[in-house]
């Protein structure tokens, strides 16, 4: 592929982004990451803004231990690392989950943005808290649930409980992203779903879980 029709194909998935994050993602340096490359480590020193323009990235942290616990997925169109504007560390780690092309807006560029574009500013407030109340949420969930409590959430929580309208079907989701998300092995997961799969409440298949009815809430 030339130069030109790269540039041509990065400035279509630029022009592809709602209007203020375009103009924001085209303030910054592309760079592009192979699957399962380290993008940022938790701890870190930054002031970049980091905007997806194609692929997905899982934003994580891990304890001395090697245990994994996965806050979410990032996709393009969204953007990440806004929480290390004020020169702070990074407070978490991402990895990308496929080839994923990101455009890394340093701090003085993303000032100028929201001079310039002031209603910018409420949207990135407005991130920041969402993504607060999931870090509280995933906090409480960690201290007042167990194991089989924080499968169910993680389960239920993407479209909600089975019912008599019918099952509902969870795509591209494994027994270790499970484990992740809830703080747990993948043994003690596995065997959660297999004793609810016997149970007549899900079906699983590769990469595929199928909620047949509304899960007990207790195991």
């Not at 407030?125 to 906090?139: G, L, Y």
């Not at 703080?183 to 990469?207: C, F, H, P, Q, T």
Request: charged residues 25%; glycine residues 10%; aromatic residues 4%.
């Amino acid at each position: 592929m030339t130069v030109s029709r790269i540039a041509t194909e990065q400035e279509k998935l630029i022009a592809g982004l709602e209007p203020s994050l375009g103009r924001l993602a085209a303030r910054g340096i592309l760079r592009s990451y192979r699957k399962n490359s380290i993008v940022l480590n938790e701890g870190d020193t930054g002031d970049s803004l980091f905007v997806v323009l194609q692929g997905q990235v899982k934003v994580y942290a891990t304890d001395e231990n090697g245990r994994e616990i996965t806050y979410g997925t990032i996709r393009a169109g969204d953007y990440f690392g806004e929480m290390s504007l004020d020169g702070g560390p990074r407070s978490a780690s991402v990895m990308t989950l496929e080839t994923t092309l990101c455009s890394l807006v340093s701090r003085a560029a993303v000032q100028q943005h929201l001079a310039e574009e002031p209603a910018f500013a409420l949207a990135l407030v407005s991130q920041v808290i969402r993504r607060a109340r999931s870090a509280t949420e995933t906090a409480r969930q960690m201290a007042l649930l167990d194991v089989y409590g924080r499968v169910i959430h993680t389960l239920e929580g993407q479209q909600g409980p089975a019912s008599q309208a019918g099952p509902i079907q969870l795509t591209q989701i494994t027994h270790q992203q499970i484990a992740s998300r809830v703080g747990a092995s993948r043994e003690m997961v596995s065997r959660l779903l297999k004793d609810l799969e016997k149970g007549g409440y899900v079906e699983l298949g590769i990469k595929r879980i199928t909620l047949k009815k509304k899960l007990p809430a207790r195991w």
